[in-house]
């Protein structure tokens, strides 16, 4: 579970401060999707940010799974991070000269809950998530010989390679046509529902989000919440 408490977070303007975040609190719960919307501006990504712990709030707590992180040091961010949040960037960042399973393999080293998986096992482990995002057929394939929906579906998977059990979605269907995005969209709550990860996506496109359970619409910085299912 991700908890968000009363976080503010303030940068320096010159003379003034800038709030990209002001008192925003959300809870986001185990097997369920939440939609972080708003205008260009409004904090989306800060709040993203904040959650994902690259970005420590000016105040406030967030805490995963019962854990506060806001005060933890870099070191222990990281860790953490690498352990219990799973990132899905909007551009799929993936290396050029590895394969799709390679891609998923390549986080495992970076680290991973509990005891270091064997390379059998991780691999296992890369081909069972590459075959739930429907890419059984491409596992030797390098990013140029997928389409953009099939990169992004390895990205996907990527994130979810050590058992994360909270996942952060930056605008998955940005690149995307309607058609692929909507298939991305239906995969994330899928994935969610299987694996029991509470999700936050940031999405710009509205006409996904009857396909969620619950709304975030932030406004300068605040929020109003609006459940959907």
Known sequence: MLTLDQISLR????????????????????????????????GKSSLLAVAATL??????????????????????????????????????????????????????????RGRRSTRRETAARAVELLNAVGLGEHLEKRPHQLSGGQRQRVNIARALMNNPSVLLVDEPTSALDQARG???????????????????????????????HREVNLVDGQIKTRQLV
């Open 55 to 112: 970005i420590r709030p000016t105040s406030g707590r967030v805490a995963i799974d019962g854990i506060d992180v806001t005060g933890l040091s870099r070191d222990e961010a990281t860790a953490l991070r690498r352990e219990r949040i799973g990132i899905v960037f909007q551009q799929s960042n993936l290396l050029p000269a590895l394969t799709a399973v390679e891609q998923l393999c390549v986080t495992n080293e970076l680290g991973g």
């Open 182 to 212: 909507e298939q991305i969209i239906q995969l994330i709550l899928e994935l969610t529902d299987r694996l029991n990860t509470a999700t936050l996506l940031v999405t710009h496109d509205l006409v996904h989000l009857p396909h969620l």
């Open 11 to 42: 940068f320096p303007d010159g003379d003034s401060t800038i709030t990209a975040l002001d008192e925003v609190s959300l809870t986001a719960h185990p097997g369920t999707v939440t939609a972080i919307t708003g205008p260009s501006g409004s």
